[in-house]
């Protein structure tokens, strides 16, 4: 690449310093910006090591993003963007680079081998670069949507940001292969709700639940789990609000936390702090499932709305609450101590309303199944009308949030609702969801009775050789979505899955038409059973269409885990004759003022 003229040098300068007088104006005017102290609400660590923190603000009028990123230890360049699943491969980039001669930045996209190169379309904007004693400071906007097919189009949901660094000045942004570069990734959801914040109760009290000085493992993944238990005699309260508490220092590996409270049935849950699969965790732990709060890395504090409120503590709630904090740790940092977790906010003014949380999408059974090497297969679970109709009040329910759940090889999932037959409004939907990535999303819909709420999961299973069952098991795959709303009802789990009847009619026509004996023996388990089927291509699609047309057995469950009072086995399918169509991305009215190329930087003090 030719080094830009001296009329581009001093255009991109102009550019650069009439974007300047106005960045505070524009910011400012950001829609859904944080208060005046903050242009730039939202913040996290890009690497462990903390050379690199990107925070960032929403402009939803301008469907744009503003971003700004520290290089804290600047050496040659550094990559940042955005990818399907993490990979620097097929990547949406902007990056800072130098020769010889100078500093540049552009917008440019890596091919499949890793290769970056210059996107013609410059939709990365550089408004400001500075040098400060922290380190260099990148301003820089991009609008969710391109139309470029080289860029990401951001939406609701994960986003999987990538960087690099570059330790070497180059003769061109073309010689830059990602593969030998030092590289990262991180996971956030980038847009957030404008939802006003509600006022909190002026009795309003707060509780840490932090586990207490753990050695951070040596290891990538930790899921740690710290039991505590509420003071004795403790009376019902409402949680109003929450929001994280994380040891300095430490903010890029606590990745996400979550506060369970433990089954009301069990008098005392066994103490414990240590790894979540460690085999000295008593197994009353697996019985700590009812969410209380959930924070993921991005994420501000959570406000439940002013006429609700969770309730724990008092008769007839368990005493015991059990934290679950996973580190992230690429870099296997050792002798790292933490005291991370949760702060809950809760008033002894109980609300109008009890916020509930309702169990949506598959039943843990292994009779839903994906067969290997899938790169995208669907399985779909189902709350019927029937069900809705029987256990929500009159004036439905008002969902306010909604916390996605798969293991390992989930890939997206939707919750959509649908009335009378047709799909109205997305509960939620993430089309790059991450099973390292659950956090509790602000979300706005009524369900009323007779709706029908739909909840699909797509898996890849392409590094795996044996179906991959339903179940419990981290092995095994759960499609749930777990929706928080009020008015709190009996309903605590809507969710479906396959007639086994049904299901064994296919492990027959299996055994008929392939030459391979299918285990389909009264003793033989469903796991068993799917184990033994040689997975060619009609086992596949006859097991796809199963799932498709096949009648089901609802889960219409109370919080006893009792099922209302109905006939739910060998239930049709909920008959949708109107779907809703995906969203077709809104590009840039102009690109007038994008620059051609690259825009020439001067980094070595004040402002580019």
Known sequence: ?????????????????????????????????????????????????GTLELSWNISYAQETIYFQLLVRELKAGVLFGMSDRGELENADLVVLWTDRDGAYFGDAWSDQKGQVHLDSQQDYQLLRAQRTPEGLYLLFKRPFGTCDPNDYLIEDGTVHLVYGFLEEPLRSLESINTSGLHTGLQRVQLLKPSIPKPALPADTRTMEIRAPDVLIPGQQTTYWCYVTELPDGFPRHHIVMYEPIVTEGNEALVHHMEVFQCAAEFETIPHFSGPCDSKMKPQRLNFCRHVLAAWALGAKAFYYPEEAGLAFGGPGSSRFLRLEVHYHNPLVITGRRDSSGIRLYYTAALRRFDAGIM????????????????????????????????????SGIHIFASQLHTHLTGRKVVTVLARDGRETEIVNRDNHYSPHFQVLRASVASALQGDVLITSCTYNTEDRRLATVGGFGILEEMCVNYVHYYPQTQLELCKSAVDPGFLHKYFRLVNRFNSEEVCTCPQASVPEQFASVPWNSFNREVLKALYGFAPISMHCNRSSAVRFQGEWNRQPLPEIVSRLEEPTPHCPASQAQSPAGPTVLNISGGKG
Do not use: N, W
């Open 1 to 49: 690449m030719q080094v830009p003229s001296p009329s581009v040098r001093e255009a991109a300068s102009m550019y650069g310093t009439a974007v300047a007088v106005f960045l505070v104006i524009l910011v400012a005017a950001l829609q859904g910006s944080a208060p005046a102290e903050s242009p730039f609400p939202f913040h996290i660590p890009l690497d462990p090591e």
């Open 359 to 394: 169990e949506l999408g598959l039943a843990y059974t292994p009779v839903m199944a994906i067969p290997p090497q899938e790169t995208a297969f669907v399985l779909t679970g189902y709350c019927t009308d029937k069900c809705t109709q029987l256990a929500l009040p009159a």
